[in-house]
């Protein structure tokens, strides 16, 4: 692969991401769903791809670019920082707690009920199937392809070569059921008036309608901070964030993977190195001139491209021989998604519930990617704080790496109702910190109402 390979796939995504505009700005079936152009870019490449009509040819790195855009989106959220206003932290440290406490309910929830449906219907229905099979839809679903394809190489490690086809299936349904299950959901959130910054799409303006805005709505994207005569002020942000990100991943792939511990995801650090140059910055007079709402464009405009990229390379191979156990763990994932919108979302979440639940919802269907598209459509602003309690959270990395490492392990050795058992003991926790920490909400989901809508 060139620097020349890398234009062209960019060059392609732009042409697809305007496409989409084109496209948002001019059928309303899009509009009614508040689809992104990104999203609609996306689907486009996956169809022209070699999965299907194999009329477009991108690298063979275009894969790993959701990866690395994701690393400049929490870079940004880091050097942005944060501020806990007078008097406001104890309710900052209630709401962290209590949206990671969810958090961990809906990552173990898959994990408890996948492997007992498959333990008492799957086993039942095909006494011979490997009893690794109950993971896989957690693997797909709350991790993703990526994960998929780790378990399937542990398990093809232990002599079931399947399991990393079946993985890749339950990952390519979780996105597209995270694509139109949230989707649908934020339609009917809007009806209900579960959404804090996104109201009824009949009282919505033609500027979120169609993504066009308006001349006399329009404002500055941000202030110009350094001379152009010196250095482009865009230039200067861009180099910031490119700075953090790449120093973040150096220190993540050639000093903690080799010395510390392997498996931190590049994100979590650059977030991390991104927060300790705004609390170094903001004690001199550099931060002057970082301009947060450039940072946040920049933010913006990777997360559009994570999209196209992340939608453009799904992996949508289909094991037919495994159809009904796939299609019954499908349901179970399904229903472990929804209920950990409602009721569980509304439940232990007060203020922003339902964005923050759709972003649980997208990232438990596949990625990350899935959840900022939902995310972006309630709450573009991230008013919500979603981003910045989940990315002030990594040791939930640490335990997704120690599941992935040791329950394919133990699920082969016959420890499948002792595996199911401990993470249905975390579900219990999970919830039980919200009960006494008084963060169970009993009251109405509707017009709660957002941190600063």
């Known amino acids: 692969m060139t620097v020349y390979d890398f234009l062209s796939d960019f060059a392609i995504a732009s042409l697809f991401i305007l496409v989409g505009q084109f496209l948002r700005a001019k059928i309303k079936f899009f509009q009614e769903f508040f689809i992104p152009s990104s999203l609609l870019a996306g689907f486009m490449g996956l169809i022209l791809g070699k999965q299907f009509l194999n009329v477009l040819h991108f690298s063979d790195g275009a894969g790993s670019y959701a990866g690395m855009l994701i690393i ?18 104890a309710e900052t440290m209630r709401r962290v707690t209590s949206f990671n406490s969810y958090r961990f309910l809906a990552y173990f929830i898959q994990f408890t009920l996948g492997i007992a449906a498959t333990l008492i219907i799957v086993k039942f229905l095909m006494p011979n199937l490997n009893p690794g099979f109950g993971i896989l839809m957690a693997s797909g679903f709350t991790g993703g392809h990526g994960t998929a394809a780790a378990v399937g190489k542990t398990f093809a490690d232990l002599g079931w070569a399947e399991a990393g086809d079946l993985g890749m299936t339950f990952a390519t349904v979780g996105i597209l059921s995270g694509v139109f299950g949230g989707l649908i959901f934020i339609k009917i959130a809007t009806k209900l008036g579960w959404t804090a910054y996104v109201k009824d799409f009949r009282f919505i303006d033609n500027d979120l309608r169609t993504g066009l805005v308006a001349k006399n709505h329009r404002k500055s994207m ?35 993977a080799v010395h510390v511990i392997k498996g931190i995801p590049d994100f979590t650090v650059a977030y991390l190195l991104g927060l300790a140059f705004f609390l170094i910055f903001r004690k001199t007079k ?42 019954l763990l499908i349901l179970v994932g399904l229903v472990c998604v929804v209920i950990c919108v409602v009721p569980m979302g509304y439940r232990m979440n007060h203020k922003s519930w339902f964005e923050r639940s759709i972003f649980v919802y997208g990232y438990s269907t596949g990625v990350f990617a899935i959840g900022f598209v939902l995310l972006r459509i309630v709450d573009p602003d991230n008013k919500s704080h979603t981003v910045d309690d989940t990315a002030m959270t990594p040791w939930l990395s640490f335990c997704e790496i120690f599941t992935w490492s040791t ?47």
């Open 286 to 327: 550099v931060y002057d001139y970082v301009d947060k709402n450039v940072n946040s464009r920049i933010s913006g405009t990777a997360t559009d491209f994570l999209v196209f990229f992340g939608v453009a390379m799904i992996n949508t191979k289909v094991i037919v021989e495994y159809a009904l156990p796939l299609i």
């Open 222 to 256: 941000g202030q110009e901070t350094i001379s152009s005569v010196s250095l482009d002020s865009l230039g200067f942000h861009v180099a910031m964030v490119a700075m953090i990100a790449g120093f973040g991943y150096l220190l993540n792939s050639r000093v903690l």
């Open 72 to 89: 400049i989106v929490f870079t940004v959220v880091g050097l942005n920082g944060f501020e806990i206003k007078k008097g406001e932290g």
């Open 407 to 453: 329950v394919p392990v133990a699920l082969i050795n016959g420890q499948g109702w002792f595996v199911a058992g401990i993470c249905a003991l975390i579900c219990v926790v999970a919830v039980a910190i919200c009960l006494v920490g008084k963060m169970w909400y009993k009251d109405s989901p509707a017009g709660r109402g957002g941190y600063d809508a």
